[in-house]
C-alpha cells in the first residue's frame, strides 16, 4: 500500500487548503483513512477519521467545524479540507490507512499500518 499526500503549503491565517492522499496498492474503499499532524517539536496527534464506508467521521476537538475529511472511492483519494487555518494548524500533515477491511473510524494511532510521506502546512499570523 503507498500513500501520497500533497496539498500543503504557505497560508495566512484564516485561510483555506485542501490537502489531498491518494492510496494506490489496494482497493482503496474498503479500509478506514485518517489524517494526522505534527507540529514541531511536538508529538503527532489525531486530525480527523474516517470508516471504510464514509459513514463514521471523528474529528479532534481543536479542527472541528473548521476541517472536513472526505473520500472519493473512484479516485481513491481522501481529502482534508481546511478551513479558517491558525497558526497552530502549522504541522506536517500525514494520512494513514489500515490493513484491515471493513474498519470503523479511529483517532488512535496504533490502529493505522500505513502512513504516507507528509505534506507540510504553514500557517502564518
Known amino acids: 500500500v503507498q500513500l501520497q499526500a500533497s496539498g500543503g503549503g504557505l497560508v495566512q491565517a484564516g485561510g483555506s487548503l485542501r490537502l489531498s492522499c491518494a492510496a494506490s496498492?489496494?482497493?482503496?474503499?474498503?479500509?478506514?483513512m485518517g489524517w494526522f499532524r505534527q507540529a514541531p517539536g511536538k508529538e503527532r496527534e489525531f486530525v480527523a477519521a474516517?470508516?471504510?464506508?464514509?459513514?463514521?467521521?471523528y474529528y479532534a476537538d481543536s479542527v472541528k467545524g473548521r476541517f472536513t475529511i472526505s473520500r472519493d472511492n473512484a479516485k481513491n483519494t481522501v481529502y482534508l479540507q481546511m478551513n479558517s487555518l491558525k497558526p497552530d494548524d502549522t504541522a506536517v500533515y500525514y494520512c494513514?490507512?489500515?490493513?484491515?477491511?471493513?474498519?470503523?473510524?479511529?483517532?488512535?494511532?496504533?490502529?493505522?499500518?500505513?502512513w504516507g510521506q507528509g505534506t507540510l502546512v504553514t500557517v502564518s499570523s
Open positions: 494513514a490507512t489500515k490493513s484491515s477491511r471493513y474498519s470503523s473510524a479511529s483517532r488512535y494511532e496504533y490502529e493505522y499500518d500505513y
Open positions: 474516517i470508516s471504510w464506508s464514509g459513514g463514521g467521521i
Open positions: 496498492g489496494r482497493t482503496f474503499s474498503s479500509y478506514r
